[in-house]
Each structure stands twice: as C-alpha cells, then as structure tokens.
C-alpha cells in the first residue's frame, strides 16, 4: 500500500508539473499562411512556450480555411489576413472572428524586369499590375505617388486602368495580371507591381526599385485613414477569446524589438513591422 501510495503521489506531482508547464495541459493551435506568417510564428512560438503555453503552429495554403478553421474551433488563433478581408468574411458567413493586434504591413513595390531605372523612363514602357480590384487600384495610386501618372481625383481604392487614369505622360502601357505570376512574368516587361508576400514567395525582393513603395501613411478615403490602417496583416480570435492569456503573451513576443528587429532585417522593407490595435 505504502508502494501504491508512492506511485500516485509521484503521478499526481508529474501531471501537476505538465498541467503548469501547459497552462492547463490546453495545446493552442495557431492557424497562419506560408510566407510571411508562418516564417514570424516559427520565431514567436519557442518564446511563448518559455513562458508555459504549448504551441503548435498549422499552415494554411488558401485564403478561407484558416477562417473556417478558427470559427469551427478547429485553431485558436489565426494570423494572414487584413481587416476588410475579415469583415467581408463575417459578413458573408455570419461569424464573429475578432481583430486583436496589427502585426505588419506588406507594401506593394515596383520591381525591376527589363529595365532597372525608373528615370529617363522611354515612352511606352510595359508595368504589369495586379488584376484584382484592390490590388489594382493600390498599383495605380502607387504609380501616381512617384509620379508616373495620374489618377481622377476621388476614385480611391476602386481606381482601375480603364477608368482612372486621367493622365499618362509617358504613355505607358499598364497590363494587368494575377499577382501570382508577376515575378515569372518580369522578363517579359520593364517593371512590375508585386505585393510583398508574393514577391517574398517569388524571390525578387532584390529587384525592388529603391524609393518605389507604398507608404503606409498613404490616405485611403475611408474609415481605415490609411493603407496601413487599412492593410495590415492582424492576429484573429474568436469574439470573447480576446483577453485569453496566451493571446495577450502573443502580442507581447509579436511587439518585441527582437521580433521587430528579426522582420526588417529578414524582409528588407517587402514586410514593415506595425503595431495597429482595432
């Protein structure tokens, strides 16, 4: 009996000691896309484990999954997606998913194809684009920034190639295209507009053309103020899950300068560290 009795009081201290290593012995999932995402997660979870909470991160290849996978309690937390993306989803899906903390902003840039210069620009140089409405309209207000052409004043985020440009001194010739294939495509055309986790996935990065990226102070004529506002990639809960400890620990390891620091030197810019609450 007194062997028996040793056994258990052994146990009971082993699962005490796993339950405070685990907060609980609960396993959070983290739901994230590739690149960037997954690449910050990676460096984020052993700090959060050193803390107690078990961590296992999930990788997502599309754009609806991780969202169905955090309403369906399937993940804990996810991590891919700007706020207009989540409203359009809650709206669509009658669910309450919850913006916590703005992570970083993934500026769209102009990159480098056949030409490596946007001075002494000759008439008629090719810019791919990306053909979606929102990436479209931010490529042409990036064009206008740097003084390429020319937008009808008003038109904001539903400016297209059709039907906003008001003045293209150097007669460009602006093509449109899925934003996956404009690092393939880069031979092809003098620059091309690329957004930053597309670049990263396409390994251009070093063709960006200094001085030719989005700023995130960039008004954007809606509630959101900016593009960073507006674009910023947030860490996503269930609604009431928000002052959970493992999400308040999450934002602290995201806001801190070696995480700060490991995304400027990793992504040089194609990625810029924000910190945006809702």
Do not use: W
């Amino acid at each position: 009996m007194k062997k028996l009795f040793l056994v258990v009081l052994v146990l009971l201290g082993l699962f005490a000691l796993a339950a405070c290593g685990n907060r609980g012995g609960e396993v959070t999932r983290i739901g994230a896309t590739a690149m960037p995402h997954m690449v910050i997660l990676e460096q984020i979870a052993p700090i959060l484990e050193e803390q107690g909470f078990s961590i296992e991160l999930v990788e997502f290849d599309d754009f609806q999954t991780p969202n169905i996978a955090l309403n369906d309690g399937d993940i804990d937390i996810n991590f891919f997606q700007h706020r207009p993306f989540l409203n359009g989803f809650n709206a669509a899906n009658n669910t309450d998913l919850i913006p916590v903390f703005g992570v970083h902003f993934e500026p769209l840039r102009v990159y480098a194809g056949r030409l490596n210069s946007l001075e002494n620009l000759p008439n008629g140089a090719s810019i791919a684009i990306p053909e979606d409405a929102t990436n479209q309209a931010r490529a042409l207000q990036l064009l206008e920034s740097i003084g390429l052409i020319s937008l009808y004043p008003g038109l904001g985020l539903t400016a297209t190639v059709t039907t906003g440009i008001a003045e293209n001194p150097h007669n460009l010739d602006i093509q449109t295209m899925t934003a996956q294939v404009l690092p393939r495509i880069l031979p092809d055309v003098d620059f091309a507009v690329v957004n930053g986790n597309v670049a990263l996935q396409g390994n251009i990065i070093d063709l960006y053309v200094g001085g030719a990226s989005e700023n995130p102070q960039y008004p954007t004529g809606d509630e959101f103020g900016n593009l960073g506002n507006r674009f910023t990639n947030f860490v996503v809960v269930r609604n009431g899950e928000q002052n959970e400890p493992v999400v308040a620990a999450l934002i602290e390891a995201i806001n801190s300068p070696p995480i700060r620091d490991f995304i400027n030197a990793q992504y040089q810019g194609s990625v810029v560290p924000m910190m945006i609450l809702p």
